[in-house]
T-cell receptor
Framework: NAGVTQTPKFRVLKTGQSMTLLCAQD?????MYWYRQDPGMGLRLIHY???????AKGEVPDGYNVSRLKKQNFLLGLESAAPSQTSVYFC??????????????FGDGTRLSIL | QKEVEQDPGPLSVPEGAIVSLNCTYS??????FMWYRQYSRKGPELLMY????GNKEDGRFTAQVDKSSKYISLFIRDSQPSDSATYLC??????????FGAGTILRVKS
């Protein structure tokens, strides 16, 4: 059982380039999330999805777009990369909130450097 | 002021010591409290999950929540070098998004 898988694991981009980060989960979770992790800042939510075909903004959405065309996949796009987007990006998934908030399960991250 | 405060450390202890990790928070609506462990170059993995106040124990790990003080703790007994990692607290109100602390780096020396 793979859980949450992120591709690629590492990437170096030049300013202005675009790219897409892929997240796939095999746990049949409804909710999926994209975070960025920067030193001293903890994990900050970029965008999230509460189900197939839905997306919503998180705490730091500017400069990013997302799509959830299939339940198991959640894509994060950078249309025009900027050095400020150098970070480690984590995808997570969880069951729907239901009666009690469900814990999130994380992938191992994508390390992105923008020169 | 951040919604969740966590001392970044690093906290360095000898093998076998009892470790205490803590977070404070300001939002009284938080009801769900979690601790995640993150090894270097890996994603966070869930360690403990607690609803509302009280204690929860799992092996060498004990999570405590004091909602009156807006303070949560994670205790690690008989700490091992394999416990060396960054520990993240996280919390949320019902139906809301998780808010994470910045993480505490723990180093257990053999």
């Amino acid at each position: 059982n793979a859980g949450v898988t992120q591709t690629p694991k590492f990437r170096v981009l030049k300013t202005g380039q675009s790219m897409t980060l892929l997240c796939a989960q095999d746990m049949n979770h409804e909710y999926m999330y994209w975070y960025r992790q920067d030193p001293g800042m903890g994990l900050r939510l970029i965008h999230y999805s509460v189900g197939e075909g839905t997306t919503a903004k998180g705490e730091v959405p500017d400069g990013y777009n997302v799509s959830r065309l299939k339940k198991q996949n959640f894509l994060l796009g950078l249309e025009s990369a900027a050095p400020s987007q150098t970070s480690v990006y984590f995808c997570a998934s969880s069951l729907d909130t239901g009666i009690r908030n469900q814990p999130q399960h994380f992938g191992d991250g994508t390390r992105l450097s923008i020169l | 002021q951040k919604e969740v405060e966590q001392d970044p450390g690093p906290l360095s202890v000898p093998e076998g010591a009892i470790v205490s990790l803590n977070c404070t928070y300001s939002n009284s609506a938080f009801q769900y409290f979690m601790w995640y462990r993150q090894y270097s170059r890996k994603g966070p993995e869930l360690l403990m999950y607690t609803y509302s106040s009280g204690n929860k124990e799992d092996g060498r790990f004990t999570a405590q929540v004091d909602k009156s003080s807006k303070y949560i703790s994670l205790f690690i007994r008989d700490s091992q070098p394999s416990d060396s990692a960054t520990y993240l607290c996280a919390m949320s109100a019902w139906g809301n998004k998780l808010v994470f602390g910045a993480g505490t780096i723990l180093r257990v020396k053999s």
